[in-house]
C-alpha cells in the first residue's frame, strides 16, 4: 500500500505547481489560507477560493492597468467624480453612465459627441474609456492633431499599413478634438485619406468622434468633399449620436479663480 504523501511536501508540491502554472501565490499566503482554513473548518470550495481569489485580483488588477496605460489617457478622470449639477440640463448623466458600461462597445456602434467648446466633452469621454477598460476593453484614445502628425510620418517611413493595423486593433477608439484647429489640416495634406482609411479599417469595431464642429462643416475641414461624405458616412451611419449645449465649465472655473481686484 503506498504510503500517504506528508503535509510538508504536499505544501511544497502546491506551491510548485501553482509556480507551473504561472500563479504567484507565496509561501506566505498558502500558509494564511490554510491557518484560516484550519480555524473556520473551510468547505472545499471555501478553501480553493480563498486559495486563488487574490492572485486572480491581483492578475484583474495588472490587466486593467495595462489597458488603461495602452489607450494613452490624457488625463486619469472618472465619472464618479464628475459635476453633473453644473450642466445638468444639458448632459444626461443616465445616458453617460449606461455609455461607460461599454455596451455599446460590445454592439460595435459608432458614438459622436458635439458640443461647444468648455461643455466637458473630452473628460466625459477618457471618465467613459477608464470605465471600458475596467469591464475589459482595449481602448485607445488620440485627439485629431495626435493621429495625424503619427499617420503623417508612418507615410514618411512606409509603416503606414502596419500602424493602421494597429489603430484597427482595439475595441473602442477614441478621437477628441476633431475638426478643433484648421491648421492640423493644413499641415497635413493627406488628413481626408488618412482618417478615412482609419475608420475604414475599423468597419467592425466601435470608433468615437469628438468634435465642436456640426456635421455641415466636416467636408470644409477635411477639405476633400467626397472623402468626408464618405467619411461622414462611415462613422454617423448607424452611430449614437450625443450633443451637448451646454455653459463651459471651463469659463466658470477662471471666473472663480479671479480675485476681488481683478473682477
Not at 32 to 55: K, N, S
Request: hydrophobic share 40%.
Amino acid at each position: 500500500m503506498p504510503s500517504r504523501t506528508s503535509q510538508p511536501d504536499l505544501r511544497e508540491r502546491l506551491l510548485s505547481d501553482f509556480a507551473a502554472l504561472k500563479v504567484p501565490l507565496t509561501a506566505a499566503q498558502l500558509d494564511a489560507v490554510l491557518a484560516r482554513g484550519e480555524r473556520g473548518g473551510l468547505a472545499h470550495l471555501e478553501f480553493v477560493h480563498a486559495l486563488i481569489a487574490e492572485q486572480a485580483q491581483q492578475r484583474r488588477e495588472r490587466a486593467i492597468a495595462r489597458r488603461i496605460k495602452d489607450a494613452c489617457f490624457r488625463e486619469a478622470v472618472t465619472l464618479a467624480a464628475f459635476d453633473w449639477d453644473f450642466n445638468a440640463k444639458a448632459i444626461n448623466r443616465t445616458q453617460i453612465e449606461e455609455l461607460a458600461t461599454g455596451g455599446f462597445i460590445g454592439r460595435q456602434d459608432n458614438l459622436v459627441l458635439v458640443g461647444q467648446s468648455g461643455v466637458g466633452k473630452s473628460r466625459i469621454i477618457q471618465s467613459a474609456g477608464h470605465a471600458a477598460c475596467g469591464v475589459g476593453y482595449r481602448v485607445r484614445y488620440t485627439t485629431s492633431a495626435d493621429l495625424l502628425t503619427d499617420l503623417t510620418k508612418r507615410l514618411a517611413d512606409h509603416s503606414l499599413l502596419k500602424r493602421v493595423r494597429y489603430y484597427a486593433r482595439f475595441d473602442w477608439l477614441i478621437i477628441d478634438e476633431f475638426a478643433f484647429d484648421k491648421i492640423e489640416r493644413s499641415e497635413c495634406p493627406q488628413a481626408a485619406n488618412l482618417l478615412y482609411k482609419i475608420i475604414d479599417a475599423r468597419s467592425q469595431r466601435s470608433t468615437t468622434v469628438v468634435t465642436n464642429v456640426d456635421f455641415d462643416a466636416w467636408d470644409e475641414y477635411l477639405g476633400d468633399p467626397p472623402l468626408a461624405m464618405a467619411f461622414l458616412d462611415r462613422v454617423v451611419d448607424g452611430a449614437i449620436i450625443l450633443k451637448i449645449n451646454g455653459k463651459s465649465y471651463r469659463a466658470h472655473r477662471a471666473g472663480t479663480k479671479q480675485t476681488p481686484a481683478s473682477k
